[in-house]
């Protein structure tokens, strides 16, 4: 009888390692490839409960939406793993962040067949627009809202700041979560107010159609 007790207690020592190897299997294959856990805005906005509910997605099409996503933000594993290679950390900045929008092009490519037109274009609005004003570092936007060359240095330094004022929030150890979300709200709108006083009225309207109606959490 004394043995009994010894066995189980072996036998659960046994179970908690193999959930344990289990855990940190399941754990290093879901591991996203981009920095700090990063599986890039998009991905996470098609796993935000609040985006598929605005978009009016079924349950069937969230799910095939975030397969497609995760499927995509997986087949470029080995590009991540080469982007965050340079020792310098702006070589590694630009290069994730063209990986990241060759990744955005190729998901919303593959999710012609699963979400209605509707749904994709107002994907695509909410994507730029809570994306914020870096989005106007985009190629694709540069070309659609025809910006200048001085107008693009200025919009990167404007965007330069917000960052560097987003980081000391982030950082900031005596802050609420609650006074950080404001914070960083009224930072992201300032940024953006900054832009419009450099962009002409007409290439602001243009902004406003890209970006659509504004998506509230």
Known sequence: MAAYPVLVTKFRALVGALVSCVLLAQLAVAAPP??????????????????????G??????????????GVVESHRADFETALKPSGKAERVVLVRDLFMTVNADT???????ISAPQLERLRQIEI??????????????????????????LAKVGDAM??????????SGMSPA???????????????????????????????????????
């Open 34 to 55: 981009g920095p700090d856990g990063n599986r890039g805005h998009l991905n996470r906005l098609l796993h935000n409960p609040a985006v598929t509910s605005h978009l």
């Open 57 to 70: 997605l079924t349950a069937e099409q969230a799910r095939s939406a975030q397969a497609i996503s995760n």
């Open 108 to 114: 919303f490519r593959r999710l012609n067949g699963v």
């Open 129 to 154: 627009q809570t994306f914020g004003i870096r989005a106007l570092a985009r190629p694709s936007v540069i070309q659609s809202l025809e910006l200048t060359p001085d107008q693009i240095g200025r």
């Open 163 to 172: 960052g560097e004022q987003l980081s000391g929030i982030h950082k900031a």
């Open 179 to 217: 006074a950080k979300t404001e914070a960083t709200t009224g930072i992201r709108r300032a940024a953006l107010q900054g832009a419009r006083e450099i962009m002409s009225a007409e290439q602001w309207v243009r902004w406003e159609l890209l970006i659509g109606a504004e998506f509230r959490r």
